[in-house]
């Protein structure tokens, strides 16, 4: 089968051998890949990628640089054959999803960042039978590939403990970023404040339920949110004398979605006194920040990682049933020869926000 292979920190197009389902395994055919973010991350920074891995694994095998790995876990598949010890649940032909991981006899292992597990970036693929979900309502395959991205967002909104009266500021509105803006609109909480420098993306959060956008290069978003959240006089007459000494401001939801060195600090130093800072982009460098203007300012920070299965299954469904729409979010579709000018181009977002891989085009 043909696949595009990250070999000597490149990405190139060649063949590998069909992978071969094991126990409790299903082949299956690689329709939609979405280009993820952290595949550009893992292409410029494998080695520091294998280094945290190795420290944090558990035993679990970090990627072997010296070995072809696959990229790609935003995936919608078709099915082809079943290996053994399997139900046989869904009949060849069903499209599925599944999250990033494979059930094996020595343990979980994931599916994209592996030496031994292809990715999506490949013509055909191993998935464990029972984290297959069929893809309901007709959605299209280029959409249903949609879902692990929208499961990111969806988790980190679940991750920051939303209480109701928080105006949410969202740091960068790359495909993570509009994620969360999709997962606060879910939640009914407005006004959604976000920023990002690229008209582009600014245009796509407000289809995706931004309520203010912002161009940090001409306006400062704090300074921005600030005026989004104001107090009302009833939430003032209410507040403590002490209380009352502060800022009439109402609680801050802050969501970094940029994930470089330097951004956390400038939040830090912008938001305001209890904000709740919830860092959902990933930053692959060593970075740096000023703990005293956290403590000083009693900030909360949460970080994120990923979702739950229950929140990957309600993610399907959301875009199923068009209570998130995905189209806009996808600005390009290549082949396996594609990948290599598509991980390039995906350096400029006024070009793209999400650029999908169909191995069969």
Not at 242 to 249: E, K, N, R, V
Not at 343 to 348: A, K
């Given at each position: 089968m043909r696949a595009a292979i990250f070999r000597d920190g490149q990405i190139v197009a060649d063949t590998l051998p069909d992978p071969v389902p094991a126990a409790g395994q299903v082949l299956v055919k690689t329709l939609a890949c979405g280009i993820c973010g952290s595949d550009l991350h893992a292409r410029k920074h494998a080695h520091r990628m294998v280094e945290l891995s190795r420290h944090l694994s558990n035993g679990r095998r970090p990627m072997d640089l010296s070995r072809d790995v696959v990229f790609g876990h935003e995936f919608c598949c078709e099915v082809i054959d079943y290996g053994p010890s399997t139900q046989r649940k869904f009949k060849p032909g069903t499209r599925v999803c599944s999250v990033p991981g494979l059930l094996t006899a020595t343990g979980p292992q994931s599916i994209g960042y592996s030496n031994d597990n292809v990715g999506g970036y490949a013509e055909r693929m191993l998935l464990s039978e029972a984290l297959m979900l069929e893809v309901p309502n007709g959605l299209p395959a280029e959409h249903a590939a949609l879902t692990e991205p929208l499961a990111v967002g969806i988790h980190a909104v679940a991750k920051a403990n939303v209480q109701g009266n928080e105006v949410p500021l969202v740091i960068g509105c790359g495909p993570v970023g509009l994620a969360v803006i999709a997962g606060l609109k879910l939640k009914g909480l407005h006004p959604i404040v976000a920023a990002d420098y690229s008209p582009a993306r600014r245009a796509l959060a407000e289809k995706m339920?931004?309520?203010?956008?912002?161009?940090?290069?001409?306006?400062?978003?704090?300074?921005?949110?600030?005026?989004?959240?104001?107090?009302?006089?009833?939430?003032?007459?209410?507040?403590?004398?002490?209380?009352?000494?502060?800022?009439?401001?109402?609680?801050?939801?802050?969501?970094?979605?940029?994930?470089?060195p330097g951004v956390i600090q400038q939040i830090f130093e912008g938001a305001p006194r209890d904000a709740r800072i919830v860092v959902v982009g990933v930053c692959m460098e060593t970075d740096r920040s000023e703990p005293m203007l956290g403590i000083m300012k009693e900030l909360n920070v949460q970080y994120v990682l990923g979702y739950t299965p229950a929140e990957f299954a309600s993610s399907l469904h959301l875009l199923a049933e068009g209570k998130v729409e995905a189209a806009p979010l996808?600005?390009?579709?290549?082949?396996?020869?594609?990948?290599?000018?598509?991980?390039?181009?995906?350096?400029?977002?006024?070009?793209?926000?999400?650029?999908l891989v169909e191995p069969w085009r």
């Open positions: 339920g931004a309520d203010v956008v912002i161009d940090p290069a001409k306006v400062l978003p704090f300074k921005t949110w600030a005026e989004h959240a104001q107090m009302t006089p009833e939430q003032k007459a209410a507040r403590s004398p002490m209380q009352a000494l502060l800022p009439a401001l109402k609680p801050a939801l802050v969501f970094e979605c940029v994930g470089v996808i600005t390009g579709k290549v082949g396996i020869d594609g990948v290599a000018q598509a991980f390039t181009d995906l350096g400029n977002p006024e070009r793209h926000t999400k650029i």
